[in-house]
């Protein structure tokens, strides 16, 4: 079997259908519309209130994270527009029953400080190693969402040893693609808006210089996951099927009927899924 297509785990996660289309607002990581707001499980759900947002200083600017749990370290990396007081709560406490989870702000994003140093999704990428380091560890697992998968994979394939297992979830591999015009053309709006914030505007900018990543997928050696939403008009399940046939040994998961950052829709669902991946220990026999 062509090593490119080996050992993909496709699981079909069937949930109850909402009626949701994809984010169409600015932020890749926008809530629920009104009257479709998940069920939620207190018990599980973290406080924001009652969680203080510490600082790291990495590469000269001040990054506002938060911790919870205890356990092997699991960096979540937001999306566009997206801040560590957008995570549903319930998913983070999902995950923090058994990993001890970090989340931050990128730069120039919520409680983080910027520069005036070009914004680049390599840089967003040395930011989240950096940050790794300033918290004593020379790796994690990854769990990357919309933006923050496209960060996530620039870290996997330049950093590759500061990653330990990789969850994509609501990815691309380019914003220059058929698939993800609805996308490219969010952030070309909010690139040319001088209204919009500067962190906002960067961080698109970021997005439009990005050359993308398909070249190096073929070479990643990580457990890695994909998961998508059916629905998912800004990255659709397509290019998550076409990224699955180019990382050896990935999972798949599709979530169907959910729209992109299908962690706002279906917490109890993602938080688990991203649980049973995590504490599987099994490992493709990489190929060269």
């Known amino acids: 079997m062509n090593h490119k297509l080996m ?52 590469n000269g600017v001040t990054l506002g994270y938060r911790e ?6 699991l960096l979540m990396i937001e999306g566009f527009g997206a801040t560590i007081d957008t ?21 120039g994003m919520g409680y983080s400080s910027d520069n005036n140093v070009s914004p680049t999704i390599a840089r967003y990428a040395d930011d989240a190693a950096g940050l790794m380091t300033a918290l004593g560890y020379d790796s994690m697992h990854v769990y990357g969402v919309s933006m923050g998968s496209t960060v996530s994979q620039q870290l996997v394939i330049s950093r590759p040893e500061r990653v330990q297992k990789l969850v994509l979830d609501s990815v691309s591999y380019s914003v220059r693609i058929p698939e993800t015009k609805k996308l490219l053309g969010t952030l070309e709006t909010v690139a040319a808006d001088p209204t919009q914030p500067r962190g906002l505007r960067n961080e698109a900018q970021a997005n439009l210089a990005w050359n993308g990543s398909y070249a190096g997928l073929s070479g990643i050696r990580k457990d890695v996951m994909l998961v998508v939403g059916t629905e998912d008009v800004l990255t659709p399940e397509e290019v998550t099927v076409r990224m699955a046939g180019q990382i050896n040994g990935s999972w798949l998961v ?31 026999p990489w190929s060269g």
């Open 87 to 107: 995570w549903n709560q319930t998913f983070i406490g999902i995950l923090a029953t058994k990993y001890h989870v970090y989340t931050y702000d990128h730069r």
């Open 7 to 58: 050992s993909i785990l496709a699981i079909a996660v069937t949930i109850c259908l909402l009626a949701v289309a994809g984010c169409t607002g600015t932020s890749g990581t926008c809530p629920p519309p009104a009257g479709q707001v998940p069920a939620v499980q207190p018990h599980a759900a973290v406080s924001y209130n009652a969680t203080p947002v510490k600082y790291a200083e990495v």
């Open 254 to 284: 599709r979530f169907k009927g959910l729209p992109h950052v299908g962690s706002h829709y279906a917490p109890v669902e993602y938080g688990e899924n991203a649980l049973a991946f995590l504490g599987t220990n099994e490992s493709a």
């Open 68 to 73: 919870f749990g205890a356990g092997e370290p």
